[in-house]
């Protein structure tokens, strides 16, 4: 059943065409990275790991927004269960994000856009920068759609200023983050800057890193759960 409305889901979404604009914008946006050689690995990967941060903002509101009402309403009933029908299209939009992680991962390495040799803990730290931010991006971005924001505009808006608050946090390292209990709250954005931000001459990642990268993913799993449990509760638009 799970399988089937996944599948299902993919290929309503595939149709609506809605996917373009923001491949376009993320192909368009590794181009022009990648356009002059050689280029650094880590901070390379920094900034398409922020590129996917935003993009999957897009990407999260048009998944979720794909069908109209009344198709909602049909899909919702055949479901039986509104949980397993939001759950599809969060793993949906985690797919999306897992497949632009690999491509921003490989494209640089394929066409030879580094300077440095790549060595595997880059391709594995670059593959979990892009992955858990694109997984970030996605719990932030489902307080935005339509079953908690009324206004499509609303939505947009939300959407870009929560992810923009969250970079801005992150980058101004602000006196807010000395304080633990707000630290742990705010979305874990800052974590993949201190970790990307680093020689490319690394051989290994300590421990605290890969503890670092759970956090975010079990931050954003967390936001998940609370999403899918007031939407389960709320009447089908």
Same mark, same amino acid.
């Not at 490989?106 to 670059?126: C, L």
């Given at each position: 059943?799970?399988?089937? !409305? ?7 979404? #595939? ?8 491949? #376009?914008?993320?192909? /368009?946006?590794? !181009?022009?990275?990648?356009? +002059? ?6 901070? @390379?990967? &920094?900034?398409? @790991? ?9 990407? $999260?509101? *048009?998944? !979720? ?7 909602? %309403?049909?899909? *919702? ?17 985690? /797919?999306?994000?897992?497949?632009? @992680? ?10 030879? #856009? ?17 992955? @858990?931010?694109?997984?970030? +991006?996605? &719990?932030? &971005?489902?307080?935005? $759609? ?13 959407? *870009? ?11 101004? %390292? *602000? ?10 709250? =705010? ?5 993949? =800057?201190?970790? $990307? ?6 051989? %290994? =990642? ?5 503890? %670092? ?6 931050? +954003? ?8 449990? /007031?939407?389960?509760?709320?009447? /089908? !638009?």
């Amino acid at each position: 059943m799970m399988k089937g !409305l996944i599948h299902y889901h993919f290929v309503n979404y #595939s149709r609506t065409h809605k996917y373009i604009p923001p491949v #376009s914008v993320f192909i /368009i946006m590794l !181009l022009l990275n990648y356009a +002059s050689v050689p280029n650094p690995i880590m901070y @390379s990967y &920094s900034f398409t @790991s922020l590129m996917l941060f935003f993009i999957m903002g897009w990407f $999260t509101i *048009t998944v !979720l927004h794909a069908e109209d009402g009344v198709q909602k %309403q049909i899909t *919702t009933l055949h479901t039986k269960k509104k949980k397993r029908y939001y759950l599809a299209l969060i793993i949906n939009c985690a /797919i999306i994000g897992l497949i632009l @992680s690999l491509i921003a991962v490989a494209y640089p390495i394929v066409f030879h #856009s580094f300077g440095p040799k790549v060595q595997i803990i880059h391709i594995v730290t670059g593959l979990l920068a892009h992955f @858990s931010l694109a997984v970030l +991006s996605i &719990s932030l &971005s489902l307080f935005f $759609t339509r079953d908690l924001v009324k206004t499509h505009v609303n939505s947009w808006w939300g959407v *870009t200023g929560i992810l923009i608050a969250s970079l801005a946090m992150a980058v101004a %390292q *602000t006196k807010i983050l000395s304080i633990k209990l707000l630290a742990w709250l =705010l979305p874990p954005i800052r974590y993949v =800057l201190e970790i $990307t931000m680093v020689d490319d001459k690394i051989t %290994q =990642l300590p421990a605290t890193v890969y503890i %670092q990268f759970g956090w975010i993913f079990i931050y +954003s799993l967390i936001l998940m759960i609370i999403y899918i449990a /007031i939407v389960s509760k709320r009447s /089908i !638009l």
